[in-house]
């Protein structure tokens, strides 16, 4: 038997505004929604491998014949895809705020995951140098009367001020 609907039932998940005197209070907040679909955790791998992997590994790797710049990324591809997809469905299962070392914390141990959250630092310091000191090479081709480490500060201090 079908009950009657109630006005609270057809309400859907929308912030509520109230209005105090000249500032306005957020109500209720839109729930965590478990709902990752595949087309979201593939473009957030591709965002994440598309722009050292070009600018910094495909020169190198076409030099070789364009083979092996399409099986290179192909594989990085799929390992990234992998982690990506583990990675959203841990995160849709234990919906938490923080980045995935706070993951680590949860499953293996506090010290992992601070120890996973500095080897991404890490990683992110290696990279961001990288990508300087190739952007500096390929400046300098075009200036070299200006040096190397000239460019990589321009760079800095472009970063830093943005």
Known sequence: MDRPSTDIEKKTPTQDVIS???SEVIGEAIPLQRKL???HVSLLALAGIIG??????????????PASLI???GVIGLVAFAMMQSLGELSTLYPVGGAFSTL???FVD???GGT???F???VWVAVLANEYNTTASILQFWGPEVPLYGYILIFWAAFLAF
């Open 20 to 22: 105090t005197h000249d």
């Open 37 to 39: 679909k595949n087309r």
């Open 52 to 65: 050292p992997g070009i600018l910094i590994g495909a020169s190198l790797a076409l030099g070789n014949g």
């Open 71 to 73: 099986i290179g990324f």
């Open 104 to 106: 680590g914390n949860k």
């Open 110 to 112: 506090r010290a992992f």
């Open 116 to 118: 996973v959250g500095w």
């Open 120 to 122: 991404y630092v890490i």
